[in-house]
């Protein structure tokens, strides 16, 4: 039995006017956003504290991934 291909297009069984349809938010519970924030505040400390450690061994962090003697 033969199939016929549709260029890899398919239909989703939604209409346009479905698309249309605004989208709306959440209401945010206040403590939720507050510990958001601080999550986002710790993560961005503990990146810039590996990066200041990256940036202090560097040479050394590299040099401990080279091959030596064809290894």
Known sequence: ?????????????????????EVVAPEVNP??????????EDVDDLLDEIDSVLEENAEEFVRGYVQKGGQ
């Open 31 to 40: 403590e939720t956003a507050e510990r958001v924030e601080q999550l986002g």
């Open 1 to 21: 039995m033969a199939t016929r291909d549709t260029g890899g297009q398919s239909q989703s069984g939604k209409s346009r006017r479905d698309e249309e349809e």
